[in-house]
Nanobody
Framework: QVQLVESGGGLVQAGGSLRLSCAAS????????MGWFRQAPGKERECVAA????????YYTDSAKGRFTISRDNAKNTVYLQMNSLKPEDTAVYYC?????????????????WGQGTQVTVSS
């Protein structure tokens, strides 16, 4: 079992930055692909960014490209999401998740383990 705990969310003004962290416990995540998802009220959960277990491949949704950066530190069993130039439409609950050899990093169904989420609110 892998337990995931997100932190770093909060309230920020438009144009600001936040760095989300996802700390894993129970098992090493070094062989898991990791994803950051978000879900706004009334919307489906979407994959914002994902990173392969070796960090040689990353994925970003179009709205995150150029603003968000996903990274991982396998020695610390932690994954990060640096979010810059935040916009009000980035407001959502952000979740990290772990998947073993996903065929596609985008669908939530590919991920086995999930954190409880952290709220990100961007004011205009």
């Amino acid at each position: 079992q892998v337990q995931l705990v997100e932190s770093g969310g909060g309230l920020v003004q438009a144009g600001g930055s936040l760095r989300l962290s996802c700390a894993a416990s129970g098992r090493t995540i070094s062989k898991y692909d990791m994803g950051w998802f978000r879900q706004a009220p009334g919307k489906e959960r979407e994959c914002v960014a994902a990173i392969s277990w070796s960090a040689d491949r990353t994925y970003y949704t179009d709205s995150a490209k150029g603003r968000f950066t996903i990274s991982r530190d396998n020695a610390k069993n932690t994954v990060y999401l640096q979010m810059n130039s935040l916009k009000p439409e980035d407001t959502a609950v952000y979740y990290c998740a772990a998947a073993y050899s996903p065929r596609d990093p985008r669908p939530p169904s590919e991920y086995r383990y999930w954190g409880q989420g952290t709220q990100v609110t961007v004011s205009s």
